[in-house]
T-cell receptor, first 116, second 116 residues
C-alpha cells in the first residue's frame, strides 16, 4: 500500500508480558516517528529515527520501551514487562524529509494495546 | 505541563455554517503549527499548516490564523460539511537551531460534529 502500515491493529497483553509493534513506513521516507496516544489525549512523542539512526528517544517513558529500525525502513517498538499504564494507541508516522525540513507527518492507523 | 492546549473538548455546528476551532500554546520557541484531523480507528491526517512568519494560511474551505503575541491559533472551516465531523488536533514544533525534524507537540483534540 501507499500509506504507513502498522501491525497488529489490536494487541491484548497480560501484565508482565513483552510486546512488539511493527511499523512499515512509506517507501523512501527518511524520517520515522513513534507516538503514544492515551485515551482522550493527543499523541505524545516517543522517539525519532533518521534512516537507521535513532536520533531522539527523549519521549520513551521508561527503559522498558525500546525501538529499532535496523535497515532504515521497517521499525519495531518493543515494550518489556508491560504495565496497565502502557495501554494506549501507538502511532507510527513517517516523513520524506530529514533534519532541517518541515514536512507533514504521515501517520499509520495505530496499534491499540490493552494491558490486562 | 501542557504546552499546547485545546480548551474546547467538543464543538457542534450546523451544516453550511462556520466552524472555529481554537488552540493556545505556551512555548514561545514554537515556530511551525499544524492541524490534523482524525476519524475513529484511523491515524491523524494532515490538514493545514502555518509558519510563524505568517499570520494566515488558506486552503480551500480551511483557513488557519496565527496570533503570535497571544500565542493563539485557530482553524476556520467554511462552509462546514457533515464529512468534517472528526477530532481535530492542533500541533506545534520548534526549529531548534535549524535542526527541526518534525517532532510535534499535540493538543488534546476537539471533537467537531457537523449536523445536517
Amino acid at each position: 500500500g501507499a500509506g504507513v502500515s502498522q501491525s497488529p491493529r489490536y494487541k491484548v497483553a497480560k501484565r508482565g508480558q513483552d510486546v512488539a509493534l511493527r511499523c512499515d513506513p512509506i517507501s523512501g521516507h527518511v524520517s520515522l516517528f513513534w507516538y503514544q496516544q492515551a485515551l482522550g489525549q493527543g499523541p505524545e512523542f516517543l522517539t525519532y529515527f533518521q534512516n537507521e539512526a535513532q536520533l531522539d528517544k527523549s519521549g520513551l517513558p521508561s527503559d522498558r520501551f525500546f525501538a529499532e529500525r535496523p535497515e532504515g525502513s521497517v521499525s519495531t517498538l518493543k515494550i518489556q514487562r508491560t504495565q496497565q499504564e502502557d495501554s494506549a494507541v501507538y502511532l507510527c508516522a513517517s516523513s520524506p524529509l530529514s533534519i532541517g525540513g518541515n514536512s507533514p507527518l504521515h501517520f499509520g492507523n495505530g496499534t491499540r494495546l490493552t494491558v490486562t | 505541563d501542557q504546552q499546547v492546549k485545546q480548551n474546547s473538548p467538543s464543538l457542534s455546528v450546523q451544516e453550511g455554517r462556520i466552524s472555529i476551532l481554537n488552540c493556545d500554546y505556551t512555548n514561545s520557541m514554537f515556530d511551525y503549527f499544524l492541524w490534523y484531523k482524525k476519524y475513529p480507528a484511523e491515524g491523524p491526517t494532515f490538514l493545514i499548516s502555518i509558519s510563524s512568519i505568517k499570520d494566515k494560511n488558506e486552503d480551500g474551505r480551511f483557513t488557519v490564523f496565527l496570533n503570535k503575541s497571544a500565542k493563539h491559533l485557530s482553524l476556520h472551516i467554511v462552509p462546514s460539511q457533515p464529512g468534517d465531523s472528526a477530532v481535530y488536533f492542533c500541533a506545534a514544533s520548534r526549529n531548534a537551531g535549524g535542526t527541526s525534524y518534525g517532532k510535534l507537540t499535540f493538543g488534546q483534540g476537539t471533537i467537531l460534529t457537523v449536523h445536517p
